[in-house]
């Protein structure tokens, strides 16, 4: 499907109803759950009824040709909370995770165990990063060892978003310390298994909402059918590094989600932006509204520009995840760089422009501005993206803009006589060189039908 800005009327009735789920259900339990620091139950079970909370709903999403549905509605969904959003959304990281690396029976068995249903609700963890590193995903240490048809796990993971309470816990492990990142394995650990445990919970700065801890693996046993893919898959894929071929099953999850963060960050952007404009055509200061002064005015601006230029970032990135149209030129990281650091810069613009009352929390910008934060730095910190665009900078592919490489329209007839083709300009030349001579009324009528639609 060609890239289209024309959405679609179900793609508007998604964006108004998550518009809606977020003002009047989200909005109001921020600063709550922001404060507590607890998993919002009561939202997510709200969103399972609501049918935004099931994997046949992000499946419905992911299969939109577009692209747009799934940037469309996580944008209103972080506009409404960041934190609370996040624990929306993060067992469909580790379902992404599942999709991309489980087989389809593992995918029928254990999705619905992440999701759970309205009455029941359950979560999910995608559990990558470790102490000692998380952008250097080649270091990390926590082994899985095979032992008859189970695998044993040893190590520790931090940070791990729904860590400790999910249900279900994907958990990226090394198999072979040989092979770098294509010598890791995912495994799914459920709730309960001995030798997995949640040592703390982390205090954080921001999406306070969102449960994130501390993981600790200590001879803990994984029967052999909770390898993601399976053993004959993971031997194939092991065969295939050690002569140097493959990719690591983590790296590939992070690619295909960083336009959906960027799309989270977006709705913070979006937020914080909004509110600024408001607050700044509301306050008076010498007399009149601070928003005639161009110093507040002008910064707004360009954060607006940049929040549509992200958003097409973001766009673009999704509608090439959902045509397999490949990131070369790291158009997934372009996005998520773009969006977080614009996130950033309107959450600190936002409590610049409502001054003290900013950085109290009477108003919700200053925890915007600590949720915004995140961005840069989960998924792949800015740094990790600039690294991802930058190595393509001296690939040959990046040498011609990028549309250059998008599958084109193969019509014959457009490329022949579509606009901006030779046949159209020889035609052109030949209208303008009979219209000297012709009489002036046939003039008017030929100019009138040749000049461009206004
Ligand atoms: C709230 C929160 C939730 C998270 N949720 C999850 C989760 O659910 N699951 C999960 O697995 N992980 C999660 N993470 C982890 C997150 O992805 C990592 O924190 C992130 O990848 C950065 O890793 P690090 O903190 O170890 O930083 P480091 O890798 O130690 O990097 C430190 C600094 O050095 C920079 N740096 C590193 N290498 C280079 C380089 N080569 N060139 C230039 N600069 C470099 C980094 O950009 C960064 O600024 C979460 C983190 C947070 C804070």
Known sequence: MAFTLELTPAHHELVRRAHTFAEEVIRPAAAKYDQLQECPWDIVDAAAREGFYSPLFYADMIADPSGL?????????????????????LPALALSALNQAGTPEQLAKWAPEMFGEPGDIKLAALAVSEPQGGSDVANLQTRA????????LN?????????GIADVTIVNAVVDPELGTKGQAMFLVPKG?????QVRRLDKLG??????????FVDCRIPGDQLLGGADKLEHKLEKARRGEGRSAALGTFEQTRPMVAAMALGVARAAFEYA???????EAFGGPVI??????????????????ARLLCWRASWMAANGVPFHLGEGSMSKLKASEVAVRAAEQAVQVCGGWGYVSDLPV????????????????????????????????SQTPQHHQLPGDHGGLSRKFGHGSLARARAGEVFMKLAQKAPDRLLELGGRLASPGR
């Open 69 to 89: 549905s799934l940037p469309l509605y996580l944008e209103e969904i972080f506009w409404g909370c960041a934190g609370i959003g996040l624990t929306l959304v």
């Open 145 to 152: 060892v095979r032992d008859g048809d189970d695998w044993v």
């Open 155 to 163: 190590g520790t993971k931090i940070w791990i978003g729904n860590g």
């Open 193 to 197: 298994t001995p030798g997995m445990d």
């Open 207 to 216: 999406h306070r909402a969102s449960h994130t801890a501390e993981l600790s």
């Open 277 to 283: 404009c408001d607050y700044a055509s509301r306050r």
């Open 292 to 309: 005639e002064n161009q110093g507040v005015a002008f910064p707004l601006v360009d954060i607006a520009a940049e929040i549509d230029a």
């Open 366 to 397: 200053e925890k915007w501005y600590r949720d915004a934060k995140l961005y840069t730095i989960f998924e792949g910190t800015s740094e990790i993206q600039r690294m991802v665009i930058g190595r393509t900078l001296a690939t040959e592919a």
